[in-house]
């Protein structure tokens, strides 16, 4: 693809460990994400569902899909951003999450946004 492809999404994450929630004992590790959304194409497009592949470091994989994100599915201009915060709960305190979300251009065009994976991970401690 092109620099100039009118359908691109460019998609950026950050991470947190959520300690408050987790509970290392039960294998429950707790992370939230926050991803920040741009119409880096020449066309609006509407967000319509995800995709997401989560894997732990157990290799468990969970597949969620569903419409939108956080309940919304946001229509964006070119040059629009859109940011959102979400969590994974995961059994080990390291995994990876990865997937696309399926877009609607204005023109009628489908297209996906690849979500790069990315690691959710604890942070090390240092003693």
Known sequence: MSANNPYTIDVQVTTRFVPDQSRPDDNRYVFAYTITLRNAGSVPAQLLARH???TDANGKVEEVRGDGVVGEQPWMRPGDDYEYTSGAVLETPVGTMGGCYQMLADDGTRFEAPI????????????
Do not use: A, D, E, N
């Open 52 to 54: 997401w592949v989560i």
């Open 116 to 127: 790069p994976s990315f690691t959710l991970s604890i942070p090390r401690t240092l003693h």
